[in-house]
């Protein structure tokens, strides 16, 4: 699996956009790049993944460079109940196994 | 539709002894996935199960194994606990019809080993 580098934490204002960025500069054409989080104490939610298109869903927006060498989860309008620790992984065939990093400690302030 | 359950919730066992958790996926998954969260290792994947069969197993001891059911739910049972053991026990079940990646968690098992 292709390595990833986030940065360690981030703050975001209440209602404004969260960018949090994933660097995977070792990542190859077949795999693909997933987003989880994890609100203390709970086990980890499944947020959105990608190939090589942007992707939308209810909860966030990925950006996948053209290169595909880095992205970006993006929750458009933050909550307090968005504060989570934010997993970028990349992923091969590798039946159902996910090998999470430190993830980036994303708070949400009012 | 109902979320991946595990039980118990809570569990305190003593070095030496054996211990069995077990997790009841979303209905209609047969990918269960098995992970240890340690404040100092972090998110570990143990083991993954697929129509009763492992498919994939992480770098752990022969002491932690585990086995799905036809009905798709699994257990996992580790012998002689060690107290490196305390964890927190999540597993993740996914859809056949998606990939196995899109995984979604229970609660967890915390357990405590003294």
């Known amino acids: 699996d292709a390595k990833t580098t986030q940065p360690t934490s981030m703050d975001c204002a209440e209602g404004r956009a969260a960018n949090l960025p994933c660097n995977h500069s070792?990542?190859?054409?077949?795999?693909?790049v997933y987003w989880y989080r994890q609100i203390h104490s709970q086990g980890p939610q499944y947020i959105i993944h990608g190939l090589k298109n942007n992707e939308t869903n209810e909860m966030a927006s990925l950006i996948i460079t053209e290169d595909r060498k880095s992205s970006t989860l993006i929750l458009p309008h933050a909550t307090l109940r968005d504060t989570a620790v934010y997993y970028c992984?990349?992923?091969?065939?590798?039946?159902?196994?996910?090998?999470f990093g430190q993830g980036t400690i994303l708070t949400v302030h009012p | 539709k109902a979320g991946v359950t595990q039980t118990p919730r809570y569990l305190i066992k003593t070095r030496g002894q054996q211990v069995t958790l077990s997790c009841s996926p979303i209905?209609?998954?047969?990918?269960v996935s098995w992970y240890q969260q340690t404040p100092g290792q972090g998110l570990q994947f143990l083991f993954e199960?697929?129509?009763?069969?492992?498919?994939n197993k992480g770098n752990f001891p022969g002491r932690f194994s585990g086995r799905q059911f036809s009905n798709s739910r699994s257990e996992m049972n580790v012998s002689t606990l060690e107290l490196g053991d305390s964890a927190l026990y999540l597993c993740a079940s996914s859809s056949e019809f998606g990939d196995a990646y899109e995984q979604y968690f229970g609660p967890g098992t915390r357990l405590t080993v003294t």
């Open positions: 209905s209609g998954h047969r990918s």
């Open positions: 992984i990349v992923i091969r065939t590798s039946y159902g196994k996910l090998t």
């Open positions: 070792t990542i190859s054409g077949n795999e693909y």
């Open positions: 199960y697929f129509s009763e069969t492992q498919r």
